[in-house]
């Protein structure tokens, strides 16, 4: 059986509906004042901006505890790895994050591709955990 046209937005749609980026909103460079504006909040909002009619959910969470690399981002999808990245630019890299996580929500295997994904994310990784349930196959 085929899908439709119609079908095949509704299963797209379906599918990044399942993806979340989630954005460390506490995140500061070591020379940003305590007190000052969080470049992390200003990544959360262009994150959240940039997702508008994507489908992929943006959270703001209070911390990622990736204070080395700030700024942070993590996303993950069902059934899927989940990745955690560092040494995001608030005014650049929101678009790269949301690209990352439809790749995500795509991947037939759960593993964010390397190919087609945004460089940031490609240098900017930190870790990626399995997802629940995952059990390694042994020889």
């Known amino acids: 059986m085929t899908l439709t046209g119609i079908d095949a937005d509704e299963d797209e749609a379906a599918t990044l509906a399942a993806a979340t980026v989630y ?3 506490t995140c500061r460079r070591p020379d940003d004042p305590e007190d000052g504006p969080r470049p992390g909040l ?3 909002r262009a994150t959240a901006q940039a997702a508008q009619g994507t489908g992929v959910a943006v959270c703001q969470v209070q911390c990622l505890a990736n204070c ?3 700024c ?4 993950r999808c069902d059934g899927a790895w989940a ?3 560092g040494g995001l630019e608030p005014d ?4 790269a994050l949301i690209e990352g996580a439809r790749l995500l929500a795509r991947a037939q295997d759960g ?6 994904r945004p460089e940031i994310l490609k240098r900017g990784l930190i ?3 399995p997802p629940i349930g995952f059990e390694e196959e042994r020889e």
Request: with cysteine.
């Open 23 to 25: 954005v460390c909103i």
């Open 42 to 44: 200003a990544l959360a």
């Open 68 to 70: 080395s690399r700030p």
């Open 72 to 75: 942070s981002a993590a996303m």
């Open 83 to 85: 990745y955690v990245f």
């Open 92 to 95: 650049r890299d929101a678009p």
């Open 111 to 116: 593993i964010l591709p390397w190919r087609g």
């Open 127 to 129: 870790a990626r955990m």
